[in-house]
């Protein structure tokens, strides 16, 4: 295809269509105008990019062609409405769709921390050797209650998102690699284990479940859905599948920044529950029970509304049209 004959034979109508983005309110003839102009600039972009696929020319049809589409539909109606199908529609299905990287790393978690408290208790010399009598006695008696009533629950509720939305990111970051990722959920499990035998063995257990339960039901699903998309990721490159490794991993590159969206958000509840909920003067069986409304609250999130969205198409990447603009950009 001749590019300059093209070009010259549909500037008309693009110039047109950028009139028609830029200019005041318009009236009803120019709002079809506009309409039918972004239509045929839309094709025009069709056939550049598969037939001249000149970056330059691309870049601004498709940068146009946003601009048009945002004056159409309204920028304020379509950021809200984006905001809105994030969470109905991005989030919860690429939780689903990635339902069995993130349950596989929960169970495997959760299998190895119940084995590491049992061997600790059959083993109770180990516990010497991690920590004095003294610090021993500071944990249990002090360190462990004291935790949660430190700081004003307000600063603590933000140091606590702070901390663990750094832990999700970092395994969500080095997630490419495949081994920092169990070496971070190792880390993470080793404390909980060690923490649970030394109060467990000083007749403290029911204290430590009561304090950990109601925010970290859902703290840790977080910090398991961070590792399985990690790993996900690792896997995106080592078996593409039908897609090239650079497809793969940018489509799962894309879908780990939605997770990690979403968990931010998610994290801001369980730093809620952990700094005003698991302190205060509750029974012990309504702070635990918050804790686990809180957790069913999120499986039914993902195994319901991520189920629909899933199966209408969502997958937790970005919508085709905003990637043809990105690539036609970057291009």
């Known amino acids: 295809m001749d590019l300059d004959a093209y070009v010259l034979a549909h500037a008309h109508e693009w ?19 506009l309409v039918l102009l972004y239509a045929q600039v839309a094709t025009h972009l069709s056939v550049a990019r598969t037939s001249a696929p000149d970056p330059s ?12 589409r945002n004056r159409a539909v309204g920028s304020r109606v379509s950021s809200w409405r984006g905001f809105a199908a994030f969470f109905t529609e991005r989030f919860p299905a690429a939780l689903y769709r990635l339902r069995w990287w993130w349950l596989g790393t929960l169970a495997g978690n959760v299998v190895v921390t119940a084995v590491m408290i049992l061997w600790l208790l059959d083993h109770p010399n180990v516990e010497q050797t991690l920590l004095t009598p003294d610090e021993i006695d500071q944990l ?7 935790y949660y009533s430190t700081y004003a629950a307000s600063h603590f509720a933000l140091q606590v998102w702070i901390n663990n939305s750094w832990v999700t990111a970092l395994c969500i970051a080095f997630g490419i690699l495949g081994f920092p990722v169990i070496y971070l959920m190792f880390n993470n499990i080793q404390n909980v284990a060690i923490l649970a035998t030394v109060m467990i063995r000083h007749d403290r257990g029911e204290l430590f479940w009561g304090l950990i339960l109601p ?14 998309m990690g790993l996900r990721l690792f896997w995106s490159w080592i078996e593409p599948g039908q897609l090239t490794r650079t497809q793969s991993i940018a489509r799962e590159g894309r879908t780990a920044g939605t997770v990690s969206l979403g968990l931010a958000c998610l994290l801001m509840v369980s730093g809620f529950i ?13 702070r635990i029970g918050i804790g686990l409304t809180a957790e069913l609250a999120l499986f039914a999130y993902v195994f319901v509304l991520g189920r629909e969205a899933h199966h209408r198409g969502a997958t937790g990447d970005l919508d085709a049209r905003y990637l043809e603009d990105r690539v036609a950009t970057q291009a």
């Open 15 to 33: 110039q047109r269509l950028d009139q028609l983005v830029h200019a005041g309110k318009l009236s009803g003839p120019e709002s079809d105008e």
């Open 57 to 68: 020319l691309v870049a601004h049809l498709s940068s146009l062609l946003a601009k048009a």
């Open 140 to 146: 249990v008696n002090h360190d462990i209650e004291d």
């Open 215 to 228: 925010h970290g039901l859902l703290e840790l699903t977080c910090v398991f859905i961070a590792g399985g």
């Open 274 to 286: 952990e700094a005003f909920v698991t302190p205060s003067g509750l029974p012990t069986w309504v």
